[in-house]
């Protein structure tokens, strides 16, 4: 079945407040997931996380540490300051750079070629940029990297939802990411099948993040 942006966030709220599960664990157990994927079908290769500024970030820098232990080269490039990321993101952002994994971080001045650059170096992207939030037209470094993104021509592995896509109706605010793969989390997402959906998600695979199946049940 598939569900709403609405409804995955009420079972996560549900996971952490009625059964106690940390919310920083379910970003590990989410990260983790995505790395198995990216292991079964990428061999080692150069990858470039290329992260937002929500959990979708953390969950990517968490893919990062995963990787490198599997022998992955492994670059980040973040768009945000690292000041500004939510706490979860923001622990893992510490994780990743507590390893010595590169780190560059982008401000909205940095040129869509350089942006271009980290792509084209890589084998393999990663787009941890936007989770299920995005509402409203993608704009400033945002925009800049998902057009380099696309532009690059490297194969891209999505974190939930390629980034600029409605997770609800299959919009394209504006700009998004075409996925070779979408991992999406815990259960399959409504824009990932509806409007533009299907031509941006490539292949989707659904993993576990350890929301409790008692919750998931309905869902199934």
């Known amino acids: 079945m ?10 996560e709220d549900r996971a952490i407040r ?3 599960i940390p ?25 470039l996380i290329v992260a937002g500024k929500g959990n979708n970030a953390g969950d990517g820098f968490v893919v990062a540490r995963h990787l490198c232990d599997r022998g992955y080269p492994v670059k980040i ?21 507590n390893r010595a994994l590169p780190v560059t971080v982008g401000t909205n001045d940095i040129p869509e070629e ?8 890589a084998d393999l ?18 925009e800049k990297a998902i057009r380099a993104i696309r532009e690059s021509g490297k194969p891209v592995v999505s974190i939930d939802i390629p980034s600029g896509l409605d997770a609800d109706t299959g919009e394209v605010h504006g700009i998004a990411v075409h996925a070779t793969r979408t991992v999406t989390l815990a259960l399959p997402k409504s ?6 959906g299907p031509s941006h998600a490539g292949m989707i695979d659904v993993v576990d993040i350890g ?3 008692e919750l998931l049940l309905p869902y199934l």
């Open 23 to 47: 919310s920083v664990l379910l970003m590990e157990n989410a990260g983790r997931s995505v790395a198995d994927v990216i292991s079964r079908h990428f061999p080692p290769c150069k990858t």
């Open 211 to 213: 929301i409790p199946r």
């Open 18 to 20: 009625d059964f106690g």
């Open 191 to 196: 824009g990932l099948y509806t409007l533009e």
């Open 114 to 121: 350089t942006l271009l650059q980290h792509c084209c170096a």
């Open 125 to 142: 992207v990663v787009d941890a940029i936007f989770g299920l939030g995005i509402n409203s037209r993608v704009t400033n470094i945002f």
């Open 77 to 97: 490039l973040c768009l945000s300051c690292p000041d500004s990321l939510k706490p979860d993101a923001r622990l893992n952002f510490e994780i990743v750079r």
């Open 2 to 11: 598939k569900v709403s942006a609405a409804e995955i966030r009420k079972l």
